[in-house]
T-cell receptor, first 114, second 109 residues
Framework: EAQVTQNPRYLITVTGKKLTVTCSQNMNHEYMSWYRQDPGLGLRQIYYSMNVEVTDKGDVPEGYKVSRKEKRNFPLILESPSPNQTSLYFC?????????????FGPGTRLTVT | QQPVQSPQAVILREGEDAVINCSSSKALYSVHWYRQKHGEAPVFLMILLKGGEQKGHEKISASFNEKKQQSSLYLTASQLSYSGTYFCGSDSGNTPLVFGKGTRLSVIA
């Protein structure tokens, strides 16, 4: 089944403890992206990647890192999480880098930082 | 810059129609629409291209007015399954899609 998977789905952690949220897609998509969703703010892009080894900042990149060493994986790294990073995170992928390509979203990761 | 969606929320009875608007301060090349049901991931509905025609998906259709830099999503004869939050994404050319804050639609029996 074609899908985007994220792990973990739920995570509660403490301030400063490094964490990684994994994202994987099995559709051979070129483009991958991370969003955070907060009440009343919609979907805001954190980072995106147009292909392997090519990443770029989105609208809210502060406090996050990403890497794209393989086409299928695009992990999101929080090196020193803070409470303001408590949010619902979505990974998404699309077939091409063209903005005309529809995006497929993962199921989401709900992160709480205390 | 995020596109502006209106209304922020709307409640409909089954069978009623609704319009959701999406406006941008920048010139638009395309507009994307997604729907997110409660507790789920956003799901793609449609893309409207500059100079393109109005598109439809089931009883949901949309238009794109390039001059006004806005798009409208039309939901006709709404069903309970239409409930969710609708997001528009604006494409101003060579930049990633930027999503609006969403419009929460509730359809009641």
């Amino acid at each position: 089944e074609a899908q985007v998977t994220q792990n973990p789905r739920y995570l509660i952690t403490v301030t400063g403890k490094k964490l990684t949220v994994t994202c994987s897609q099995n559709m051979n998509h070129e483009y991958m992206s991370w969003y955070r969703q907060d009440p009343g703010l919609g979907l805001r892009q954190i980072y995106y990647s147009m292909n392997v080894e090519v990443t770029d900042k989105g609208d809210v990149p502060e406090g996050y890192k990403v890497s794209r060493k393989e086409k299928r994986n695009f992990p999101l790294i929080l090196e020193s999480p803070s409470p303001n990073q408590t949010s619902l995170y979505f990974c998404a992928s699309s077939l091409t880098t063209s903005v005309l390509s529809e995006q497929y979203f993962g199921p989401g990761t709900r992160l709480t930082v205390t | 810059q995020q596109p502006v969606q209106s209304p922020q929320a709307v409640i409909l009875r089954e069978g009623e129609d609704a319009v959701i608007n999406c406006s941008s301060s920048k010139a638009l090349y395309s507009v994307h629409w997604y729907r997110q049901k409660h507790g789920e991931a956003p799901v793609f509905l449609m893309i409207l291209l500059k100079g393109g025609e109005q598109k439809g998906h089931e009883k949901i259709s949309a238009s794109f007015n390039e001059k006004k830099q806005q798009s409208s999503l039309y939901l006709t004869a709404s069903q309970l399954s239409y409930s969710g939050t609708y997001f528009c994404g604006s494409d101003s050319g060579n930049t990633p899609l930027v999503f609006g804050k969403g419009t929460r639609l509730s359809v009641i029996a």
